[in-house]
């Protein structure tokens, strides 16, 4: 499918290097640089002795949220419930000295806790599995909050970069930009569908073309139907009577 075809978002304000475009710095394969140091603050907070105290209380508390962090219009509840939080997030700062609000967020989160929880007594009772390890966990808790990686450094805005990119190569721009304000491109999708009005059912189900309408059950729509089945019923058929019986 042509690039021109669809829509491309791209994140307005998200800093990228000014050379690469990658949000991250890359080592000189071109992949993007693990944060070790976020890592292993990360994991004294999992060795730290009273672990499982922190643990089951900030759970007790994040358990019952239902509302995101940084949500625009936080319920009276979720509010009371962050509030609650406050000391623990505070205790990360002062005592492990994490201040990025991001891995905060990672390390108090209730799923990701709940897993460390469960390796790390696994680890303690001799039950190591490298796929499904306190390490593991930590590096898929803090990649889901975008910490995984050291940031690229001279960032500029991605919309600055691309444009400069484009400017360069015309013939790479995609037709249909969309720059979007936030860090989540499904919500910036939706919001642009609702904003051009896309959501909505036609009042005209035939879209303008009355002549190119077909029936589901139509002959054109029902064409290489059989053929398809046949094919499939053979590869099914070849399949297992390759199978040793049981």
Do not use: C
């Not at 979007?180 to 499904?186: A, D, F, L």
């Not at 309408?213 to 499939?232: C, S």
């Amino acid at each position: 499918m042509d690039l021109n075809a669809g829509l491309v978002f791209i994140p307005e304000e998200a800093k990228v290097d000014n050379k690469t475009g990658s949000r991250y710095k890359l080592d000189k394969d071109g992949n993007p640089i693990k944060n070790s140091e976020y890592q292993s603050v990360f994991r004294k907070v999992v060795d730290s002795p009273d672990f499982y105290n922190f643990a089951n209380q900030v759970m007790e508390i994040t358990g019952k949220l239902n509302q995101n962090w940084d949500s625009p219009n936080l319920l009276p509840k979720n509010r009371e419930l962050l509030e609650r939080l406050e000391p623990f997030r505070q205790r990360l700062e002062q005592e492990f000295g994490i201040t990025d609000r991001r891995v905060q967020i990672a390390i108090l989160n209730y799923h990701n806790l709940f897993s460390l929880d469960v390796q790390k007594r696994g680890e303690e009772n001799g039950e190591e599995d490298p796929f499904h390890s306190v390490d593991s966990v930590i590096e898929s808790s803090m990649k889901k909050e975008g910490v995984l990686y050291v940031e690229a450094e001279n960032a500029i805005n991605s919309k600055e970069f691309w444009e400069a990119h484009f400017a360069e190569n015309p013939a790479k721009r995609p037709s249909k930009i969309i720059y979007y304000k936030g860090s989540s491109p499904t919500r910036a999708l939706y919001e642009w569908r609702d904003k051009k009005g896309i959501h909505k059912k036609a009042k005209d189900k035939n879209i303008g073309f009355p002549e190119r309408h077909v029936e589901r059950n139509a002959p054109e729509a029902t064409a290489g139907l059989d053929r398809f089945k046949d094919l499939a019923e053979k590869v099914i058929e070849d399949h297992f009577s390759e199978r040793t019986p049981l």
